[in-house]
């Protein structure tokens, strides 16, 4: 008797290995929860729940208040950066340069008259007209009047030269720092609105206009196109049949008839069949989690599956 139960229990493991396996499962979305990198509070929100939109459409913005001013106060430090540099690069004003140049003019006419006082005072004091101190005078005069030239000379030449090298040097700097500011500023202020990472679907909004959202408070679960996926659950007695890269046919609510995936992931451990697929016949089995890509048409997120592995060539023959 154990003899004859023993074939039997062989026969109907070698039917089963021969027949097509057929998996449990749903589809599920890898969402992607969408926050702001900084907190604030929500002004607007530009999209609705279930809508498609396309990569790069806003979906809400903070309140941008601050950083508006921000920005504002960064031009205008930018603005007078860029003047001081180029003053100092430009040289002196006009004005400057006229008043450099009477200053000369007027040294020049004392130093005329210095100089003729010298040559009288000096033929004055050959002939003893005139004291030894009195010409010692003149000759002191005509000297300062040099001196007051060569000064107001200088004074032109530096009206009309532009500001020291190194000084320009740390002019242009504090410009292009200056520049670096407002483009910090105008990224912040750009960032205050939060774009759809790529094409997709608004899945929930979460926050709302007047809510507070940051880094850690997500206002919108989105679903990026193409990222649906198939979770099945392979039985023990299955596994050798259903690996990586292993095709399988889907069946479900509303699908089409020609719905395909392909296995990506098969998981290393077995667990107990998920609640949400129990039924009287499966509820103590164990089962191996796998991930599968559609090749295609993706039913909507939580859609129970049902998928018939693909016979391969060699199965076939058999």
Same mark, same amino acid.
């Given at each position: ?64 208040? +601050?950083? /508006?001013?921000?920005?504002?106060? &960064? *031009?205008?430090?930018? #603005?007078? %950066?860029? =003047?001081?540099?180029? @003053? $100092? ?35 004055? +004091?050959? /002939?003893?007209?005139?004291?030894? &101190? *009195?010409?010692?005078? #003149?000759? %002191?005069? =005509?000297?300062?009047? @040099? $001196? ?50 790529? %094409? ?119």
């Amino acid at each position: 008797m154990k003899r004859i139960l023993a074939a039997i229990a062989l026969f109907a493991l070698g039917g089963c290995g021969n027949e097509t396996p057929t998996l449990n499962g749903y589809a599920e979305g890898e969402f992607v929860m969408l926050a702001p990198e900084t907190s604030g509070r929500i002004a607007q929100v530009n999209a609705a729940e279930g809508a498609a939109v396309a990569a790069g459409a806003p979906l809400f913005s903070l309140d941008i208040a +601050a950083e /508006t001013l921000s920005l504002e106060a &960064a *031009r205008a430090r930018a #603005a007078a %950066a860029t =003047a001081r540099f180029d @003053d $100092a690069a430009a040289g002196g004003r006009t004005p400057e340069i006229i008043a450099a140049r009477q200053q000369l003019e007027q040294a020049k006419a004392a130093q005329v008259r210095a100089r003729a006082d010298r040559a009288r005072a000096q033929e004055l +004091a050959s /002939t003893g007209v005139i004291p030894r &101190a *009195r010409l010692d005078e #003149a000759v %002191a005069a =005509a000297e300062t009047a @040099d $001196a007051r030239v060569s000064e107001a000379r200088q004074r032109v030449t530096l009206a009309e030269l532009p500001a020291r090298e190194n000084q320009i040097k740390a002019l242009a700097a504090s410009a292009e720092e200056a520049e670096r500011q407002v483009k910090m500023a105008e990224d912040a202020l750009r960032r205050r609105t939060v774009l759809a990472p790529a %094409a997709g679907r608004v899945e929930r909004i979460l926050r709302y206009a007047g809510d507070v959202a940051g880094p850690s408070v997500p206002a919108v679960r989105f679903l990026p196109d193409g990222r649906v996926i198939a979770v099945l659950f392979i039985p023990e007695p299955a596994l050798s049949r259903v690996t990586v890269g292993t095709r399988v046919s889907i069946a479900c609510d509303g699908c089409a008839a020609d719905v395909a995936a392909e296995i990506v992931s098969v998981a290393d451990e077995t667990e107990f069949t998920p609640p949400i697929i129990y039924s009287d016949a499966e509820r103590t089995r164990l089962v191996y989690r796998a991930e599968a890509r559609f090749t295609g048409f993706a039913p909507p997120p939580g859609t129970p599956l049902r998928a018939e592995v693909q016979q391969r060539g060699a199965d076939r023959g058999n």
